[in-house]
C-alpha cells in the first residue's frame, strides 16, 4: 500500500490566513507512506514539513527514521527544514536527496546553510540527527525493499527533478516545480534573427522534451502535478516563470492515461474562492474522460485506486 498526505500545497510563499484557510497556505511538503515495506518518504521541506515534523513527534515510537527527496532548492521548498522538529532529536536518522542545483554549492551548503547564524540561532552542526546527503541525477534507482525510483528534469529556472516512485505495481508521480517546454528560436520569419533551420529544430526539440514528460507519468496511479496558473494567466506575462497553466496539466495527464491528477503549487495570490470556481470546472467528472481531477488541500490523504479523505483539522473536502 502506498498512501500520499499533503501538509503544503502552496507555491512561492507562504499564505496563510483566512482566505486560504480550506486549502492551506504552507509551501510544498507531501509524506508518502508505504505499508509493505513500513516506510517514510517526505518529498520537500516547504513550511509545511514544520506540521509534519510535529505530527510525527507525536505520533512515532521510537527515533524518527526517513528520507526527504528535495525536488529542487528553491526557498519555497526548502525554508521549513529548518522548523522540522526531529533533526534536533538524537538518534533522527535522516537522508535528504536531491539535484546539484550549483557547481559550487553542494546539497549539504544550499539546505544546511539555511542553519547558521547570519540567519538561524542554532547551527547545522548543531543538530541531533544523523543527516546524510545524497545528490540526484536523471535515471532509475532501486531504494531496496521493492520501491523503485525514476527521475526526470525538468523545466525551471533551476535544476528540478519530478520523481516517480513505483512499488507493487502502484505509482505516484510529483512534475513540479516546470512548465511546457517551448521553441528558444524565433519562429516569426519577419524577425531579423530568424532562422529557419534553427527555428524548425528549436521546435523539435521542445516537443521532443515536452512529450519525454508526459512519458514520465504515463499511466501513474496519482500525478501530483504543478497548477500555478491559468492558461490566461500563463499567457499574459507568466511564460518562462517555471511553472504550468493547469488547463494544459489536465490535457496531458489525460492523454497519458494518468488515474488521478492532484493540482498542487497553487499561485499565493489564488484564494480559496477562485480555486473553489477552477475546480468546479476542471474536476466535473468526464470533463477529462476517464481522468479524476482533484484539487489538493492540507490534511488531504488518498491511495492509489482508494478514497480520498481530507482531514476535518484541514477544514475542507473535496
Known amino acids: 500500500m502506498m498512501r500520499v498526505r499533503f501538509w503544503g500545497v502552496r507555491g512561492s510563499i507562504p499564505c496563510p490566513g483566512p ?14 507512506r508505504f505499508s509493505d515495506p513500513d516506510r517514510l518518504i517526505i518529498i520537500d521541506a516547504g513550511s509545511g514539513i514544520r506540521e509534519l515534523g510535529n505530527h510525527l513527534l507525536a505520533t512515532e515510537t521510537g527515533p524518527v527514521r526517513t528520507e526527504i527527496f528535495l525536488t529542487h532548492t528553491h526557498w519555497d521548498h526548502i525554508m521549513g527544514f529548518p522548523f522540522f522538529s526531529p533533526i534536533y532529536i538524537p538518534g533522527t536518522e535522516l537522508t535528504i536527496y536531491g539535484p546539484v542545483t550549483h557547481e559550487k554549492d553542494s546539497l549539504e551548503d544550499i539546505v544546511g546553510g539555511q542553519l547558521t547564524y547570519r540567519y538561524f540561532p542554532v547551527r547545522h552542526v548543531e543538530l541531533g540527527a544523523d543527516i546524510t546527503y545524497r545528490h540526484l541525477k536523471e535515471g532509475v534507482f532501486d531504494l531496496g525493499g521493492g520501491v523503485t525510483l525514476h527521475t526526470k ?21 510529483t512534475v513540479y516545480d516546470t512548465e511546457p517546454f517551448a521553441n528558444i528560436f524565433t519562429e516569426d520569419p519577419g524577425d531579423p534573427a530568424y532562422d529557419e533551420q ?14 519525454a514528460v508526459e512519458d514520465f507519468f504515463r499511466g501513474a496511479d496519482i500525478l501530483i502535478h504543478d497548477a500555478q496558473y491559468t492558461w490566461n494567466e500563463y499567457r499574459q506575462g507568466k511564460t518562462g516563470w517555471g511553472h504550468s497553466p493547469m488547463e494544459r496539466v489536465a490535457e496531458s495527464a489525460a492523454r497519458a492515461g494518468v488515474r488521478r491528477l492532484f493540482m498542487f503549487h497553487y499561485d499565493p495570490m489564488r484564494d480559496d474562492d477562485a480555486n473553489d470556481l477552477l475546480a468546479a470546472e476542471l474536476c466535473r467528472p468526464g470533463r477529462y474522460g476517464d481522468l479524476e481531477v482533484i484539487f489538493a488541500r492540507e490534511g488531504m490523504e488518498a491511495e492509489p485506486g482508494g478514497d480520498v479523505r481530507t482531514s476535518a483539522a484541514a477544514g475542507g473536502g473535496r
Do not use: W
Not at 482566505?19 to 508518502?32: D, K
Open 198 to 211: 534553427m527555428a524548425e529544430e528549436g521546435a523539435l526539440v521542445a516537443a521532443e522534451q515536452n512529450q
Open 19 to 32: 482566505a486560504t484557510v480550506r486549502y492551506g497556505g504552507n509551501t510544498p511538503c507531501i509524506e508518502l
Open 153 to 173: 528534469y525538468l523545466n525551471h529556472p533551476v535544476l528540478c527533478l519530478g520523481y516517480r516512485f513505483e512499488c507493487r505495481g502502484m505509482s505516484v508521480c
